[in-house]
């Protein structure tokens, strides 16, 4: 074995040795911090469901092999055993990353009730403008062509994913009265 | 020996202040001063993982090799950054989405790998912790000090409550991107004026000490500068 071949044997060992020690370490993190997050994004979603629907109604993940790409989770709101509506987690690709909203449906009339930014992959301002503004609208009268902004590609990115879920409900018949 | 443990942490805070003497970390130091809470946040999460990553370079200095020592460094700091991402989204989740993608950004940050390379490669473990805790504290209170000024004459407010007088005559621009680089400046002309103008310079430099002599081509420009340092101080000594 020439000296060079050890060289490099054993800068690759010393890698690998940190890429293990590291991962030990960031297991170890991921496991402590972990249930954490999913449990305040479940404070989150509860508390989105309790600002659109109102108190006392009852949310239950459903489980469709076939949601558009942009929906990571749909959820059932039931009230007093009746479908009042639905929420969907929606992940929006665009701009450094991952933007996550919340996007809640009305069964019966089928119109978009509120959409909120839970978490933004490249600006906080970029998912607050686009918040501020769709709150601004009457409900479901969004205009997501918004004008150019340092947002935009949000912005693109949100009315697509938008769109693919309320047409996803119309196409599986869950919304009952006007169809968007 | 004290004394020069002592000067490891102190020269972090003023002298050598990484952000307004040695100009490092100058991206998230603009872009996250608008707010106290931004600039405490983002300084406590590098001070951490300053410190750490110091410590973990500092005690595998001997075993790390020295042509895969930059990848070997990158990789503790992501490593260590990851950690503190994590946990800031479980514990501060108020915080993380305040700083947003900055908090990942702090793998790419200056500080941490200048002084990895810097300090932390050829000093012991104490000593590097204590380099990388003066360095963070350094950093915390010059962000924080931007922060100050930018969210109090900017908005009239200190962290998001408003502050009589101030909220009613503020400066909004000092809280755009123009505003941060207003500031740094002029904050960077106050240090500078306190300390004499003097940045620090290197002590001592020589081709035997450095790592790369064996294929670098620039001896004679590394002595030009060793001849520089040196009519520096002779002239210093004369004055």
Redo the contacts between chains.
């Keep these: 074995m020439t000296a060079r071949t050890k060289?490099y044997a054993?800068?690759l060992f010393?890698?690998v040795f940190?890429?293990l020690f590291?991962?030990l370490?960031?297991a170890a993190?991921?496991a402590?911090?972990?249930p954490?997050?999913d449990h305040?994004d479940y404070r989150k979603l509860e508390t989105a469901v309790t600002d659109m629907f109102g108190a006392g109604v009852s949310f239950e993940q459903m489980t469709p092999d076939d949601l558009p790409r942009t929906t990571t989770a749909l959820y059932e709101i039931r009230a007093d055993g009746a479908v009042r509506g639905y929420v969907a987690y929606l992940e929006t690709k665009s701009g450094?990353?991952t933007s996550t909203f919340v996007l809640g449906v009305d069964a019966e009339s089928g119109r978009v009730i509120d959409l909120r930014a839970i978490?933004?992959?490249?600006?906080?301002d970029c998912g607050a403008d686009y918040y501020r503004e769709f709150s601004d609208k009457d409900k479901g009268e969004v205009d997501l062509v918004a004008s150019a902004s340092p947002a935009r590609y949000t912005r693109a990115a949100v009315r697509d994913a938008v769109s693919e879920i309320l047409s996803y409900l119309d196409r599986h018949h869950c919304l009952k009265g006007d169809q968007p | 020996m004290k004394q020069s443990r002592l000067q490891c942490f102190l020269k972090g805070l003023l002298t050598e202040n990484p952000t307004l003497v040695l100009v490092l970390g100058t991206c998230p130091t603009i872009a996250k001063s608008n707010t106290l809470f931004n600039a405490l946040g983002l300084g406590v999460c590098t001070a951490i993982v300053l410190i750490l990553s110091n410590v973990v370079i500092s005690a595998?200095r001997r075993?790390?090799?020295d042509?895969?020592r930059i990848?070997?460094y990158i990789?503790?700091i992501?490593?260590?950054v990851?950690?503190i991402q994590?946990?800031v989204?479980?514990?501060l989740?108020t915080l993380y989405?305040?700083l947003?993608?900055f908090i990942a950004l702090i793998v790419v940050n200056c500080i941490i790998l200048g002084r990895a390379e810097m300090f932390a490669s050829k000093n012991g473990v104490l000593d590097s912790l204590l380099d990388g805790a003066g360095m963070g504290v350094g950093f915390i209170l010059s962000l924080s000090a931007m922060a100050l000024i930018r969210e109090l004459f900017g908005a009239g407010q200190l962290f998001g409550y408003d502050v009589p007088f101030f909220a009613a005559y503020h400066f909004p621009i000092l809280q755009k991107t123009f505003g941060g680089f207003l500031v740094f400046g002029i904050m960077i002309a106050v240090v500078s004026a306190v300390t004499g103008g003097k940045a620090p310079r290197r002590r001592s430099f020589d081709c035997a000490s450095c790592p790369n002599a064996a294929v670098c081509s620039g001896a004679a420009i590394c002595g030009e500068s060793d001849t520089a340092d040196k009519t520096d101080k002779e002239e210093g000594a004369q004055t």
């Design positions: 060289e054993k800068s010393v890698i940190i890429c590291m991962g370490a960031l993190v991921h402590v911090a972990q954490r997050i305040n450094y990353g978490s933004y992959g490249d600006s906080v | 595998l075993v790390i090799p042509k895969v990848p070997c990789l503790i992501a490593g260590f990851t950690m994590m946990s989204h479980a514990f989740p989405e305040s947003g993608a």
